[in-house]
């Protein structure tokens, strides 16, 4: 399958969406870039959890990192990491599958840009789908530990998107590591949870949010990635306490 690279300067003008609403996009040249991406397949898969119970979104995810695995993964990291890829992918290639999955698409520019052509970074989806079948997969032999890994993401999406946020963390074996110490601890519910009864913090402070606070504030002094999962689930828990009163918590020797 050969898709044709659009140019970045075209995607948030209001011609282009009416283009894309009535399929014209790949008759006009002036849309175009002379770059080309070569790929045996590109199923359609979830590019947008923003709506739906938290059961219906985790259905979602795991479908998406799954396709992405199967198939999007197999090509070079430089076309998968390519924002350009994915619009051009979508708007040109997925125009018929966006408007019936997201009609809001087609009720709105507002909602085209929020799920069509939304920057490439942690708060878009198809990124934080990418990341994680890569993730995953580099730290799997099997499909039950795949398994496992997509179901503590799924199941910790908070921390999950705080890590690959912040650059620093955004290392395979740092989040393959917290996703364990998370398990292990059983501390999924206590860091989804609100901070309460600290009003010089944000109005919507979590305590897995701020543990990845502190560890961003100790780099490079303590350089978090690099620690071995002992020494990393130590200061985890230091942290924590920080915060929350680890006493609450059976599976924490403070």
């Known amino acids: 399958m050969e898709i044709r690279l659009l140019k970045k300067d075209c995607l948030k003008k209001e011609e282009f969406y009416k283009d894309f609403l009535e399929d014209k996009i790949s008759e006009k040249e002036e849309y175009f870039t002379d770059k080309v991406v070569h790929i045996n397949s590109a199923p359609d898969l979830p590019v947008y959890m923003g709506k739906g119970s938290e059961a219906e979104k985790a259905v979602l995810f795991k479908e998406a990192f799954k396709i992405m695995a199967n198939c999007y993964l197999n090509t070079d990291r430089d076309v998968h990491m390519d924002e350009m890829f994915w619009y051009s992918l979508l708007a040109v290639h997925k125009r018929d599958f966006l408007l019936k999955e997201y009609p809001q698409i087609g009720e709105s520019i507002k909602e ?143």
Request: glycine share 4%; proline share 2%.
């Open 112 to 254: 085209f840009h929020n799920i069509v052509v939304k920057k490439f970074d942690w708060e878009n989806y198809i990124y934080k789908c990418v990341l994680a079948a890569q993730y995953v997969n580099d730290n799997s032999d099997n499909e039950e530990n795949k398994e496992k890994y997509y179901d503590l993401i799924v199941d910790n999406l908070d921390v999950y998107n705080y890590m690959i946020k912040y650059e620093v963390f955004r290392n395979d074996r740092f989040i393959i590591n917290v996703l364990d110490i998370i398990n292990d601890r059983g501390l999924a519910k206590v860091l989804k949870a609100k901070i309460k009864d600290r009003p010089d913090l944000g109005k919507d402070e979590r305590y897995g949010r701020r543990v990845l606070f502190e560890f961003n504030k100790a780099y490079p002094v303590v350089m978090s990635p690099m620690l071995e999962k002992d020494e990393l689930e130590e200061m985890f828990v230091e942290y924590l306490g920080y915060y929350y009163d680890l006493g609450k918590l059976e599976s924490v020797v403070v």
